[in-house]
């Protein structure tokens, strides 16, 4: 079965350092997403991505935060300046391009700012 | 998208089914009912969505009231791979690229042998 792949599992970062979280989605799909969890919190939405562009993102998402399809395999979150508040479970997910289509995550990246 | 309440925690015996109730009183005509779960911080997945009629797949069933204001996720025989949070979550019919997910607290189950 197809599934989304995400790389590190884990990522250990000192504090004002750049880091980026990889993710491959599934082949045919055309819509990808960042989540995150916080410890202990809810799975909050970050951003959405399509044809190439943002198409939404919430209020997390600001200027540190940078989403890129590279390849046409590929698609990363960088954190430009981390902070100890970044600490977290990233979850990319991907869909497919129908409406109602579910979308499937990937087990996630527990980045740890230190 | 509608806001949806569910309790935060129940038990269940492996074997038995498994109800976990939805409130969403503030439904309207065209939002859909979605069911995801989340084992111990995986990553979340999908079980099953609706509209208004019962759905049942291969992992679960879903009943819709006739009012749509609450629905019931049925996991017919939990086994113990089924202990997980249990996420009810209400949406429009957007296109995929607006189609982000609320998460809530969603429902702790815990299936005992």
């Known amino acids: 079965e197809p599934e989304v792949t995400q790389t590190p599992s884990h990522q250990v970062t000192q504090m004002g350092q750049e880091v980026i979280l990889r993710c491959v989605p599934i082949s045919n799909h055309l819509y990808f997403y960042w989540y995150r969890q916080i410890l202990g919190q809810k799975v909050e939405f970050l951003v959405s991505f399509y044809n190439n562009e943002i198409s939404e993102k919430s209020e997390i998402f600001d200027d540190q935060f940078s989403v890129e399809r590279p390849d046409g395999s590929n698609f990363t979150l960088k954190i430009r300046s981390t902070k100890l508040e970044d600490s977290a479970m990233y979850f990319c997910a991907s869909s497919e391009g129908r409406v109602n289509t579910e979308a499937f995550f990937g087990q996630g990246t527990r980045l740890t700012v230190v | 998208d509608a806001k949806t309440t569910q309790p935060p925690s129940m038990d269940c015996a492996e074997g038995r089914a498994a109800n976990l109730p939805c409130n969403h009183s503030?439904?309207?005509?065209?939002?859909?009912v979605y069911w995801y779960r989340q084992i111990h911080s995986q990553g979340p997945q999908y079980i099953i969505h609706?509209?208004?009629n019962n759905e049942t797949n291969e992992m679960a069933s879903l009943i819709i009231t006739e009012d749509r204001k609450s629905s019931t996720l049925i996991l017919p025989h939990a086994t113990l791979r089924d202990t997980a949070v249990y996420y009810c979550?209400?949406?429009?019919?957007?296109?995929?690229?607006?189609?982000?997910?609320?998460f809530g607290g969603g429902t702790r189950v815990l299936v005992k042998p």
């Open positions: 979550i209400v949406r429009l019919p957007k296109l995929a690229a607006g189609n982000k997910l609320t």
């Open positions: 503030t439904i309207s005509g065209n939002e859909y």
């Open positions: 609706g509209l208004k």
